[in-house]
């Protein structure tokens, strides 16, 4: 298939308007290889924050203004790409679409220097900013930062789950802002989960020291290592919780921990994870707990076999939906 063709996979895909045979091309080409997979993210992450945007765009003409422009220096970079192969294929492409992101956001002033989606992957995609800090993503994660950053704060954005290693510098503050809240630190690792549609916010720390600022009112909340901060944002009441903190980053390799937790929220978690929405047809299954751990890489089906052996349940997966009877 030509390279221009790929372009408008990844664009119907974001579009919801693939055929079936064209959806067999488009996944068979995003699993390929790494490099297909990271600029299928690049492309997912600008499209989305510029459709965020809530304003008249014509993505159509900004893609064929990239296309004309690849075609005019054709020979070049098909030599290129014989050289570097598709690496710098991803990497030229992302340069195309993060101009196209810059000029729809020049009218409001806000120029995000890099934005980010976390992939599916077994293990977490990992960031580097450009103090150091290391930032991994977890599943259908949205992360970005603006070009001031680093200026006089290190201002982050997040919608999902990070574990953040912060570079320890005394006189610029490091600040997780996600859904009307904010997690200050100076140098330390912490854990963050908060996905748009949640109602709990969720911040573990493993090292160092954070406090924390809710949207709903000015009290300050610091923890320290090994403790965890739950905020309910319905009922706007918070609590502070010792915790075995590790557990709380395993999903980085691969894993995920659930402690005592309702069969709902483990539903609603694995959601991000898998990708599929669900339904516990029974209120006494809704809220029968569960501790245990299971591996990405593991099906879906084996999953809730698991799940079956230690809760009585019985399930339907049908085209990414799991009913539990």
Not at 122 to 137: C, M, Q
Request: aromatic letters at 14%.
């Amino acid at each position: 298939m030509e390279e221009e063709n790929y372009y408008y996979l990844i664009l119907k895909y974001l579009e919801n308007s693939l055929s079936e045979e064209e959806s067999d091309a488009f996944y068979n080409w995003v699993n390929a290889c790494e490099p297909n997979k990271k600029l299928f993210f690049e492309a997912k992450a600008i499209y989305e924050a510029a459709t965020s945007e809530r304003r008249s765009i014509n993505i159509e003409n900004s893609w064929q203004r990239l296309l004309s422009k690849k075609t005019a220096k054709k020979n070049r970079v098909h030599h290129l790409w014989a050289k570097v192969g598709s690496y710098a294929a991803a990497a030229i492409f992302a340069v195309g679409l993060t101009s196209v992101y810059f000029i729809i956001n020049k009218e409001k002033h806000e120029i995000v220097a890099s934005c980010y989606i976390g992939g599916d992957g077994l293990e977490a995609d990992v960031v580097i900013l450009p103090d150091g800090t290391k930032v991994s993503l977890g599943s259908k994660t949205k992360f970005y930062y603006n070009s001031d950053y680093g200026q006089s704060f290190r201002n982050v954005f997040l919608e999902g789950e990070a574990y953040f290693e912060v570079k320890s510098m005394n006189k610029n503050p490091f600040i997780v802002n996600v859904n009307g809240m904010k997690v200050e630190a100076l140098g330390t690792s912490f854990n963050v989960m908060a996905y748009p549609g949640d109602s709990l916010f969720i911040a573990t720390l493993l090292e160092g020291s954070i406090s924390l600022m809710t949207g709903y009112n000015s009290k300050q909340t610091i923890l320290k290592p090994n403790q965890q901060f739950v905020y309910n944002k319905e009922i706007k009441r918070a609590k502070v919780e010792n915790v075995n903190a590790n557990d709380y980053i395993i999903w980085t390799s691969g894993y995920y921990y659930f402690y005592e937790q309702s069969l709902e929220s483990i539903l609603h978690r694995l959601g991000y994870v898998y990708g599929i929405t669900s339904d516990i047809r029974s209120e006494k299954l809704k809220n029968t707990t569960f501790t245990g751990k299971f591996y990405r890489g593991q099906s879906l089906k084996e999953l809730m076999e698991i799940l079956s052996l230690s809760v009585p349940i019985k399930y339907k997966i049908e085209d990414h939906h799991v009913s539990i009877f």
